[in-house]
């Protein structure tokens, strides 16, 4: 009985220290697979990062998830983001307006000389104005625009001359028309007393 008990021992010795290297390795591999999570995490986190900043020095929108991601983990830079693209977006605005392309080579000389050299996103401000550039300018609405403030005056004088001449035709016309009656009219064959007699009331005789 004795060997019985002692082997019986070293049995259940065995089988626990067995279940506690099983728990041991377990915890080691679920130790590992977080630290590797957080590591691939932290890889992940930096090339979003790296990919929002190199489309804010090029001058690229971000997408609202982008946007979302840059708000939640660097606020200074999101803020400035949100600056840059105030400024495009009112450079947009500007250059629908423009009534020549003389007048949109004038707004686009004063919006980019109009920003600070020592402004620290300065190169970002001009590359995301120059997005709004090249876009604006492949649209139609560029392309159907005057090439100068002279041409459009000149079309002004234009309208207005022709609507001076369509005018003065027109008063031609009229007199021409009146003189062309006047010429019709026979003056021999006419007379008051014709007129009095032609408006008088007539009256059936009866016999």
Do not use: C
Request: proline share 2%.
């Amino acid at each position: 009985m004795q060997i019985s008990f002692d082997l019986g021992t070293m049995k259940l010795n065995n089988e626990s220290k067995s279940g506690q290297y099983v728990s041991n390795q377990l915890t080691d591999v679920v130790r590992r697979l977080k630290e590797q999570s957080t590591m691939a995490n932290k890889e992940d986190d930096s090339k979003m990062m790296e990919k929002i900043q190199a489309k804010i020095k090029s001058g690229k929108k971000l997408t609202s998830r982008e946007e979302s991601y840059l708000k939640q983990h660097n606020q200074e830079l999101y803020m400035q983001y949100l600056r840059i693209r105030r400024m495009a977006e009112a450079l947009e605005h500007q250059l629908e307006n423009a009534n020549s392309k003389e007048e949109v080579n004038d707004i686009i000389f004063h919006a980019v000389n109009g920003i600070s050299d020592k402004d620290p996103y300065k190169a970002a401000i001009v590359a995301a104005l120059d997005e709004v550039i090249k876009d604006f300018k492949k649209s139609d609405g560029y392309t159907n625009l005057p090439s100068s403030n002279e041409e459009i005056e000149e079309g002004r004088k234009a309208r207005a001359n022709k609507g001076k001449e369509h005018t003065e035709d027109d008063e031609i016309g009229f007199f021409e028309e009146v003189e062309n009656q006047e010429d019709d009219f026979d003056a021999m064959a006419w007379s008051p007393l014709q007129d009095v007699i032609d408006a008088m009331p007539t009256f059936d005789m009866q016999s």
